[in-house]
C-alpha cells in the first residue's frame, strides 16, 4: 500500500485501487487480520517474520509538511555508518533483498520524519 503496488485480490473482484481504499478503511486491529493471511510479499511485513532497526533521534519541532506531527532531528553521521554496516550484514547473512527492507514509518503508524535521513543501501 506504502509503494502504491497492492495486487489485486481476485476472489473479491477488487482491483489494486479498490484494495489500497479497503486497506485504508480499516483500523490497525483489523488491518492486521486481514493482512496476516496473505502470503509475502503480497502483505506488509508482520512482527511474526521481520526485523526492526530503531534509530532514535529527538523531537525538534512541529512538521509543516505533516500537520500535526513532530519534526525529528535528522539521523547523525554515526548513525548512518552504523546503519549501513548492519543492513549489509543482514543482506549477506540472510539474503534479503533490498526490496525486503522498509523504513518503519512507511509500513505502520509512525511519523513521517522518524528517520526520515536514514541510509538503508549497504
Known sequence: ??????????????????????????GPTARHGYEKVKPYPARYPMNEDSLGI??????????????????????????????????EQLVVQFGMLLTDIFRHPKVSQKTPSEAATADWTP
Open 54 to 87: 530503531e534509530l532514535v533521534g529527538k523531537i525538534v519541532g512541529d512538521d509543516s509538511g505533516y500537520p500535526g506531527e513532530k519534526l525529528y532531528e535528522s539521523v547523525a553521521a554515526q548513525q548512518n555508518a552504523s546503519l549501513t554496516w548492519l543492513v
Open 1 to 26: 500500500m506504502a509503494e502504491k503496488r497492492c495486487p489485486a485480490v481476485p476472489a473479491k473482484q477488487r482491483t489494486a485501487a479498490q484494495e489500497t481504499q479497503y486497506i485504508n478503511s480499516l
